[in-house]
């Protein structure tokens, strides 16, 4: 399986709810960031939390790493329909500027 | 703001012709990634780019081909289209910062995508 596996894959929520979003990974890395894809358009970075870092707030959104397990969450607090878009966690690997991205999950917050 | 720019939003093609997407980016980054996005499979990576007249192969560089000859510019080129690379395309560039290590912040930018659709 691929570097940056996202779970769950589908996630329904209703507005004004928190949705968690956790993110799996195989190898060390330097970094690790969260995107965000509306439909049918391109990715938007949202956060970038380094291996040396456990917590990280922008926003309404938090991120959590836990290099000992090789994973990463995402919490959105307060969510809104616009909120409703796909996200995806990618790694670097220590390689570079290449990145691997997960599967991606999908998020419906509904009104 | 950086601004990633595809030439088409939605593209239709007919089995063995020649295919080229092109991709701008305006923020001067070294950087530059031909993704396919397919439902199931996520982001996969073609080729990238890392200067001028570089490249190296991604994860799925097979029936592809890139071209990279000004800094700002990388097209993707399909020698001969066939109905498996019907798919989304997305265009990303980034700016490395350091060599090595906790340095890094190699944010990725990326076009608004364009689909194929291979007939």
């Known amino acids: 399986s691929q570097q940056g596996e996202e779970d769950p894959q589908a996630l329904s929520i209703q507005e004004g709810e928190n949705a968690t979003m956790n993110c799996s990974y195989k190898t060390s890395i330097n970094n690790l960031q969260w995107y965000r894809q509306n439909s049918g358009r391109g990715l938007v970075h949202l956060i970038l939390i380094r291996s040396n870092e456990r917590e990280k707030h922008s926003g309404r959104l938090r991120v959590t790493l836990d290099t000992s397990k090789k994973s990463s969450s995402l919490l959105i607090t307060a969510s809104r329909a616009a909120d409703t878009a796909s996200y995806f966690c990618?790694?670097?690997?220590?390689?570079?500027?290449?990145?691997?991205f997960g599967e991606g999950t999908q998020l419906t917050v509904n009104p | 703001d950086v601004k990633v720019t595809q030439s088409s939003r939605y593209l239709v093609k007919r089995t063995g012709e020649k295919v080229f997407l092109e991709c701008v980016q305006d923020?001067?980054?070294?950087?530059m990634f031909w993704y396919r996005q397919d439902p199931g499979l996520g982001l996969r990576l073609i080729y990238f780019s890392y200067d001028v007249k570089m490249k190296e192969k991604g994860d799925i560089p097979e029936g592809y081909s890139v071209s990279r000859e000004k800094k700002e510019r990388f097209s993707l080129i399909l020698e001969s289209a066939s109905t498996n690379q019907t798919s989304m395309y997305l265009c990303?560039?980034?700016?490395?910062?350091?060599?090595?290590?906790?340095?890094?912040?190699?944010?990725?930018?990326f076009g608004a995508g364009t689909r194929l659709s291979v007939l």
């Open positions: 923020m001067d980054h070294e950087n």
């Open positions: 990303a560039s980034s700016f490395y910062y350091g060599t090595s290590g906790l340095l890094a912040k190699n944010i990725q930018y």
């Open positions: 990618a790694t670097d690997g220590t390689s570079g500027s290449r990145l691997t």
